[in-house]
């Protein structure tokens, strides 16, 4: 396991290309208390209830919008499970900035470099809000934006918070459940949207490479 946080650390420093700056040193981290998220740090979502990873891969929904699907994924050692956490375009926000409790955030699949993305399309099991990934590097919409809501006093996000991600478009609230995909993606869980606050709504952040803060000049 600490050989593939390794390996992930070392792929971050040579081939992901950052708006400003990078970094001088990063955490990889499994669990642990009080690191704080950054802008910029790459991490898998657990969703709390299932303990399933959020996950995608280049495989399109067979209804709804036809984009790359987004799943919960079993397993902890896969690399479709990995997010790099952005701020939205032509904001002052930059790698290595905390994140407050209420900013608008987006997810960058770090595999495909699509963007977490929801609608009004229906998810193929429940029929709720459809999650997707969509877009690309200098493709993204409003589609893509989320807002981090802390439970608890937390102020900023930090990894052994519990969070809930509600869609900015739709309203909807990062979703997913026990029900499964029995074909192409068997074993895999259901990620929708969903516009109540339930205790499925619940994720946190997990194993990834957690970036320092960087210090005002």
Sequence with gaps: MAMGFLGLALFLFLSIDFDQGSPSSASAASSSQNVEITYGTVLKLMHEKTKFRLHSHDVPYGSGSGQQSVTGFPNVDDS???W???????TSAKQGDTIANGAIIRFQHMRTRKWLHSHLHASPISGNLEVSC?????ESDTGDYWRLIIEGSGKTWKQDQR??????????????????????AGGQQEVCGIREKRADNVWLAAEGVYLPITESK
């Excluded at 790099?84 to 032509?90: A, E, K, L, T, W």
């Excluded at 809930?164 to 997913?176: A, E, F, K, M, P």
């Design 84 to 90: 790099i956490v952005r701020p939205p375009p032509d």
């Design 134 to 138: 969509f877009g690309g590097e200098s």
């Design 80 to 82: 479709n499970s990995y």
């Design 163 to 184: 969070i809930r991600l509600q869609h900015v478009d739709t309203g909807g609230y990062l979703h997913s459940h026990d029900k499964k995909y029995s074909r192409i």
